[in-house]
């Protein structure tokens, strides 16, 4: 199975400035065959079920606000969040969905500084 | 509007039996792969089992597979999770989610908002 490694597993950002959340892949999940990650990021809020923010690691999910952004490739990848708003504050979870069993990362949870 | 709704969780003791079920409307049910992602309290996101649109590929988690049991009618717009043999550690909300595709699997979206199931003597 493929290991997604979230880290930090929390962190505390001032409202307006950036919040950087690393997932790293135990192996590549990039296809050569059409060179994309298969990687993905969700939001969940309390009480809520996970929201799909990204996939293709860097496409936004349509209505996704553009201050969420991913980048990345092969088996180091990040979600960005750009002048963070109190409705951001969430658990953060990336996802391959390059081989059975699809895993997720532990979680990176965003709260204001 | 697309739209996931799970039901049939609820308390259970270890070795017993539930079926979830999960209803979909707003899309052609029909035309999409679909999942179960589970989550226990205060824990981390589990994928759990797939199905694809026409039910001839099935894929389970090693823990739950020989338990559990994947199933959908496409007449109906309902997916459905049969559970036996239930232990402590299958405590969580049952998350139904749609694939992107009819066979190949991706990201999941959209999610239910999920049902309890509690396994506790």
């Known amino acids: 199975d493929i290991v997604m490694t979230q880290s930090p597993d929390s962190l505390a950002v001032s409202l307006g400035e950036r919040a950087t959340i690393n997932c790293k892949s135990s192996?590549?999940?990039?296809?050569?065959?059409?060179?994309?990650?298969?990687l993905s990021w969700y939001q969940q809020k309390p009480g809520q079920p996970p929201k799909l923010l990204i996939y293709w690691a860097s496409t936004r999910e349509s209505g996704v606000p553009d201050r969420f952004s991913g980048s990345g490739s092969g088996t180091d990848f990040t979600l960005t969040i750009s002048n963070l708003q109190a409705e951001d504050v969430a658990v953060y979870y990336c996802?391959?969905?390059?081989?059975?069993?699809?895993?997720f990362g532990q979680g990176t949870k965003v709260e204001i500084k | 509007e697309v739209q996931l709704v799970e039901s049939g969780g609820g308390l259970v003791k270890p070795g017993g039996s539930l079926r979830l079920s999960c209803a979909a409307s707003g899309f052609s049910f029909s035309s999409y792969s679909m999942n179960w992602v589970r989550q226990a309290p205060g824990k981390g996101l589990e994928w759990v089992s797939f199905?694809?649109?026409?039910?001839?590929?099935?894929y389970y988690a090693d823990s739950v597979r020989g338990r559990f049991t994947i199933s959908r009618d496409n007449a109906k717009n309902s997916l459905y999770l049969q559970m036996n043999n239930l232990r402590a550690e299958d405590t969580a909300f049952y998350y139904c989610?749609?694939?992107?595709?009819?066979?190949?699997?991706?990201?999941?979206?959209?999610w239910g908002q999920g049902t309890l199931v509690t396994v506790s003597s």
């Open positions: 199905i694809s649109s026409s039910s001839s590929l099935i």
């Open positions: 996802q391959q969905y390059y081989t059975s069993p699809r895993t």
């Open positions: 192996q590549s999940v990039l296809y050569s065959s059409n060179n994309k990650n298969f």
């Open positions: 989610a749609r694939d992107q595709d009819s066979g190949r699997y991706y990201w999941f979206d959209p």
